[in-house]
């Protein structure tokens, strides 16, 4: 305990006090390395902003380095920042090595630049997301999925061509690309659960989509949490998308269309089936609107 306070009473009490101080200011290159400083702290999160915050703290310790080799003439403030700027130089050669070494697929690449960087997803996030993934391609007039036939194991997303939906041969609406495929029969099923089409997706035109197994996709969830939630915003956005199309084809009644992928009007096929009090309100406000 004494030795402690004897080394805390050299340090504060018994050092010398600045009796005069410098009246012209530091060098210009001094001032710059400060400036570096700064401006790099302000530097955000992920791969590139890594890149701009060790590139500026980079220039601004060999700034400094200059700095005390040519004002100060201190060798040991010169060592301490030349090995800091050769510590931040390293970094960044490792960070851009990570960022370039990172390359996709064409098909991927349009993925991510179309869909997944706006969300502000990461390279290394999507580059988890592309691994787990296959890219399938789909012959015009060919089927992806059957009415009443194909299980439901899988989630696509449409990179290229257009998909046309129908039930019992009466035409729905069209996918796009950079839509999913399945995103409702994704959302009607929990992780346990089986299910099989209630509608028929034939491809207009050659298409290639980009497809998950449902247990290895449900894994990867498990895994991040954030692809979970990536996910949930995705296929959520896209089923939004796919009401909204079908908004002026919702109809009752045996000359209009119905959609049987609206889990509000699974009933309305089984007329044996009670139905809810919503569809009842709704068959009655339009029989009122007809009249």
């Known amino acids: 305990m004494e030795r402690n306070s004897s080394l805390w009473k050299n340090l504060v009490d018994e050092h010398p006090v600045c009796t005069s101080w410098k009246q012209e200011a530091e060098g210009a290159i001094y001032h710059l390395a400060s400036i570096l400083f700064v401006v790099g702290f302000m530097g955000g999160s992920g791969f590139f902003g890594l890149l701009y915050v060790f590139s500026l703290l980079g220039l601004g310790f060999l700034c400094s380095a200059v700095w005390a080799w040519v004002d100060v003439c201190a060798a040991d403030i010169f060592s301490w920042n030349f090995v800091l700027f050769v510590i931040?130089?390293?970094?960044?050669?490792?960070?851009?090595?990570?960022?370039?070494?990172?390359?996709?697929?064409?098909?991927?690449?349009?993925?991510?630049?179309?869909?997944?960087?706006?969300?502000?997803?990461?390279?290394?996030?999507?580059?988890?997301?592309?691994?787990?993934?296959?890219?399938v391609t789909l012959e015009k007039e060919h089927c992806y999925a059957m009415q009443g036939k194909t299980s439901i194991d899988k989630l696509s997303l449409l990179i290229s061509g257009r998909i046309r939906v129908t039930v019992d041969g009466e035409f729905l609406h069209?996918?796009?690309?950079?839509?999913?495929?399945?995103?409702?029969e994704w959302d009607s099923l929990r992780p346990t659960e089986e299910g099989i089409f209630q509608v028929t997706l034939t491809a207009e035109t050659d298409c290639r989509y980009v497809s998950w197994r449902r247990k290895k996709l449900y894994l990867l969830f498990a895994q991040h949490r954030y692809i979970s939630r990536l996910f949930s915003v995705l296929i959520g956005s896209d089923i939004a998308d796919k009401l909204y199309a079908l908004n002026d084809r919702v109809y009752i009644g045996k000359r209009y269309h119905y959609d049987i992928r609206l889990p509000n009007f699974y009933q309305l096929s089984s007329p044996e089936m009670p139905r809810s009090p919503l569809i009842e309100h709704f068959r009655n406000s339009r029989q009122y609107c007809d009249k």
């Not at 960022?99 to 290394?124: H, K, N």
């Not at 069209?174 to 399945?182: A, G, K, M, V, W």
């Open 88 to 135: 931040c130089f390293m970094q960044f050669v490792h960070i851009a090595y990570q960022v370039r070494s990172i390359t996709f697929a064409r098909e991927f690449q349009l993925l991510y630049s179309s869909l997944f960087q706006p969300l502000g997803t990461s390279l290394p996030v999507f580059r988890t997301i592309a691994l787990s993934s296959e890219v």
């Open 174 to 184: 069209y996918i796009f690309p950079f839509q999913f495929l399945d995103s409702p």
